[in-house]
């Protein structure tokens, strides 16, 4: 891994020598009652150089499982390194955070804008701040989502194929699954890989909600990435992962033939067969009764947890084909 300038750090106009620590403010704009908004950025430097690695979360406001990731990683004191810097941002989107949705005020999604403008929109700007004042000074990101409403995603890490040296660090964090996925079109993502910045991406779990197993997924990926690097405490265990990462080339969602209430009878990261019996969708009054079963052989990474659904909605993401 390439490093960046491990003497002095000066970041968003805030000096930061090594073995000090400071929180700094990613300040874009108040609140339209005038009070100011704080995005704190948390930055640990060790006295001895090495790698820096970034933190993100938050990017949708509704996705308080990476929130709370990043925060354990502060609490527990892990973003302290061994050596080089570690900085951490566990809310991006402070707007839909505080109003309690995916978007900006403005509507937009913050992940569709990249990489941003300097005089565009307000996620516009954001995200020309944190690509233009924060991403320069990192080695690798580590950015934390989850599954959208309703939908609930096993643990797992998403890059594109073209990006193979990100597979011995997915190795290294240890999810259940990596799952191999297109860049998206003016995505975060997409804007650290044009700058040449590694970036692995992590769902779990789904929106406004937190899942124990999904946090301390994140959590102890994270550790075993900084043991990799040699940035980790000799005070924190890294244990290694239970089951080995399944990489996963191809999946396919399965939808629902009817619309009605629905249940999943199969829990999340499971292996299928085609035919196996996977949920049922019902009508409110007795008289119907539809068994899904699988459309074919494959690893569940995300299960729609929904009550109610509709015709054509997406029941299961289902693995189709992997690496091998």
Known sequence: MTQVNNGVLTILGETIKLGESKEVNFDVANLHTSSPVNIPVIIERSKKPGPTVLFTAGIHGDEVNGVEIVRQLIAKGINKPKCGTIICMPVINIFGFINLKREFPDGRDLNRVFPGSKSGSLAGRVAYKLIHDIIPHVDLVIDFHTGGSGRFNAPQLRYSKEKKELNDLAKVFGAPF???????????????????????????????????????????????????????????????????????????????????????????????????????????????????????????????ESPIVYQGDALFHISTKLKR
Not at 209 to 228: A, P, Q, Y
Not at 243 to 251: L, P, Q, R, W, Y
Not at 257 to 266: E, R, V, W
């Open 178 to 304: 990596v799952l191999y996925s297109s860049n998206l079109s003016k995505s975060f993502r997409t804007a650290c890989y044009k700058l040449g910045k590694p970036l692995l991406l992590f769902e779990g779990g789904k929106s406004f909600h937190i899942d124990d197993i999904v946090t301390n997924s994140g959590v102890n990926g994270s550790k075993r990435v900084l043991k990799h690097l040699g940035m980790l405490k000799s005070s924190f265990k890294a244990s290694q992962p239970k089951k080995e990462t399944v990489f996963i080339n191809d999946s396919r969602w399965q939808r629902a033939k009817y619309s009605g209430m629905f249940k999943a009878s199969i829990s999340i990261g499971s292996f299928v067969k085609k035919d196996d019996i996977l949920g049922n969708i019902t009508d409110p009054y007795g008289k119907f009764n539809y068994f899904v079963k699988a459309s074919n052989t494959g690893y569940i990474i995300n299960v729609n």
